[in-house]
């Protein structure tokens, strides 16, 4: 760096609330787009959950922790890119987890199987 009060200065002319309003006007249709598109991804994997919930006879009141589970194994699978083994290391440890706190683990590993396709981890 060869000044930094230069890189300083230029930083506070860029980082202006009237230049920040502006790059945002700019991208915020496509901004919006992508918000939709992700919510109808998380809208479809909930539906998926809750389809499995109803054929397994789970009651509506233990829905929300089980959705908790499919929002993880989403974020898992769509946001942090970890896929083949690594993910199903990664859900493994997330079945365990929502187990542990009192769900089934029977109806944890229909979620993972048949809504995101995720095997069992080789031993």
Not at 9 to 18: C, I, M
Not at 48 to 63: F, I, M, Q, R
Not at 74 to 90: D, H, N
């Amino acid at each position: 760096m060869a000044d930094p009060r230069k890189r300083s200065l230029a930083y506070r002319v860029k980082a202006t609330p009237e230049r920040t309003k502006e790059i945002l006007d700019a991208r915020l249709e496509e901004m919006r787009a992508r918000y939709d598109a992700v919510m109808e991804e998380i809208y479809a994997m909930e539906t998926e959950v809750k389809a499995v919930l109803n054929d397994k006879g789970v009651s509506t009141s233990l829905y929300v922790p089980y959705l908790n589970f499919g929002r993880q194994l989403w974020k898992l699978s769509r946001e942090q890119g970890i896929s083949g083994e690594s993910l199903a290391l990664a859900a493994k440890v997330l079945l365990d987890k929502w187990a542990a706190r009192g769900l089934n683990p029977d109806i944890l590993a229909t979620i993972r199987s048949q809504v995101f396709n995720i095997a069992e981890p080789k031993k």
